[in-house]
């Protein structure tokens, strides 16, 4: 796991940092809520993993190859990519659904704010409707959000929470398109990298698709 990647934030997200890239550290986190106050999600999935060395090889510039075959459904990975975690997640039916019917809720439902390329620039926010790529670094201070399935209840998140992404530092909320919540700190969606598919299970972040 990377141990430097860039991140930035207050004092009382120091511990996040510290914990954010040590997978069990991060659980222990989550459960107890120790960062900025934020309440328990114990179902949160964390979406940070071990970087391969080949990945890491490449993450100073060049484009990133992602084998997408053992993604399964509501699954993801995370990759480096230029320093930064990049979250792959193979969304579900379900999933797709839920990123309907909640635009007034949210600060930029049509992704008008340049955070992802032309390509991306749709409800899912992507090439392929269930392969949804982001980088994980929350748009306020740049905490690692986490990934919290539909119907988790918890005080921190809307009592109808459709699924999606959390952010403990200072309680940002992301749908499943990283689209943010209004009135929440982070300012703007979730980063969606440039990418293009290789194949049906190759995917290249780094470079754009046509
Ligand atoms: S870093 Fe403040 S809400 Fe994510």
Known sequence: MNSSLPLSCPADCASVHATANDPDKRRWLIATGAAGGAAVLATAVPLVSTFAPSERARAAGGPVEVDLSDIPPGGAKT?????????????????LAALQGHDAELADPQ????QQPAYARNVARSI?????????????LGCSPSSVPQ???NPSLPADWAGGFFCPCHGSTFDGAGRVFKNKPAPTNLEVPPHRYAGETRLLIGEDAA
Request: charged share 25%.
């Open 151 to 153: 119907g988790t209840a």
């Open 111 to 114: 992704s008008l704010k340049d």
């Open 79 to 95: 990759v480096e990519w230029r320093g930064k975690p990049v979250w792959v997640m193979r969304r579900t039916p379900e999933m």
């Open 128 to 140: 392929k409707p269930e392969l949804f790529v982001a980088v994980g670094i929350c748009t306020h």
